[in-house]
C-alpha cells in the first residue's frame, strides 16, 4: 500500500502574529512553523501502517524552500520520501490540484491530510482533491484501519460517531482521535540524522492559477474591560445584560 501523507506548514500557535504591507500579507519573522497538528495525527497513523503492514509513506507540501524544515521533520518521524511543489499555497482549490497531480502521478492507494490547517481554517482542501480524484473521502476521520483494499473508518458527526467502510483509493481528513497524543512522536537523533539521507525532490506547479485571493487581514478586536457586579444586586446584572451586553 502507497500511502501520501499532506503535510501543512503553520505557525505554531503561541506565535504573535503581524501583517504587513497594509495588513494584506503575514508577517512571517520571528513566527516558529510546525507541522500541522491534525496532519501529524495523520502522519503518526501513517507510521502504523508502515511497521505493521509494510505500507510506504511519502509526505507531501506545496510551498516555497521554506518549508523544507517541516518536510524534514516528517522524514525524521519515519516518511521515507519528501515532495515539495514549488509554489506560494495561495488558495485552496491551487492547492489540491497541485496535490492532485502529484497522487495521481505516484499511484497512491491511501491519502491521509489533515482535516484542515491551523493557520486559514479553511477546511478544503481533502474534499477538493477527493473530487479531483474521484476517490472516496471520509472527513473528521477519528479512526481508520486498512484490510487489502477495504477501509474501515469512524468520523465525528453532530452528536455523535459514525463508522464508515470504503475501498481504497481513499482521501481522509484526519484529526485529533486518529491517533492518541501520546503516540505523537518526536524525532530521535538517529531519525534526524536519517532524514539527511533521504530523498525530499521539489517538483514545479502544473498550475499556478487561484480562485481566490487575499484582500486584507483583520485581527480580532481586543477584548474589553471587565465590569464586575455585586452578586446580591440581580436587578444591576440584569440591566448590564439587557442593555449594554444585548445578551438578552
Not at 500579507?25 to 501502517?49: H, S, Y
Amino acid at each position: 500500500m502507497k500511502i501520501l501523507v499532506c503535510i501543512s506548514h503553520v505557525p505554531d500557535t503561541t506565535s504573535k502574529i503581524n501583517f504587513t504591507d497594509g495588513d494584506t500579507k503575514f508577517d512571517t519573522n520571528g513566527v516558529q512553523f510546525v507541522i500541522n497538528p491534525n496532519d501529524e495525527f495523520g502522519l503518526t497513523r501513517a507510521m502504523w501502517f508502515k511497521e505493521k503492514q509494510g505500507a510506504s509513506v511519502d509526505v507531501v507540501n506545496v510551498g516555497g524552500a521554506e518549508t523544507e524544515p517541516t518536510l524534514r521533520k516528517a522524514l525524521a518521524i519515519g516518511a521515507d520520501t519528501a515532495i515539495r511543489v514549488n509554489t506560494p499555497a495561495n488558495d485552496g482549490y491551487q492547492v489540491a490540484k497541485e496535490l492532485a497531480k502529484i497522487v495521481n502521478d505516484g499511484g497512491y492507494d491511501l491519502v491521509i491530510a489533515g482535516r484542515e490547517s491551523i493557520d486559514y481554517n479553511g477546511g478544503m482542501v481533502p474534499g477538493m482533491l477527493a473530487q479531483l480524484l474521484k476517490a472516496n473521502f471520509i472527513n473528521n476521520c477519528i479512526s481508520l484501519e486498512i484490510d487489502g483494499d477495504s477501509a474501515k473508518a469512524i468520523r465525528e458527526i453532530d452528536g455523535g460517531k459514525e463508522t464508515l467502510t470504503a475501498s481504497l483509493p481513499l482521501v481522509i481528513g484526519g484529526q485529533k482521535g486518529l491517533v492518541e497524543e501520546s503516540d505523537l512522536r518526536i524525532p530521535n537523533m538517529r531519525g534526524i540524522m536519517q532524514a539527511r539521507k533521504k530523498p525530499l525532490n521539489v517538483v514545479e506547479p502544473a498550475d499556478t492559477s487561484t480562485k481566490t485571493e487575499a484582500v486584507k487581514f483583520e485581527k480580532p478586536a481586543p477584548k474589553g474591560d471587565v465590569k464586575l457586579v455585586d452578586p446580591d444586586n440581580l436587578d444591576e446584572l440584569i440591566d448590564l445584560l439587557h442593555n449594554e451586553a444585548k445578551a438578552i
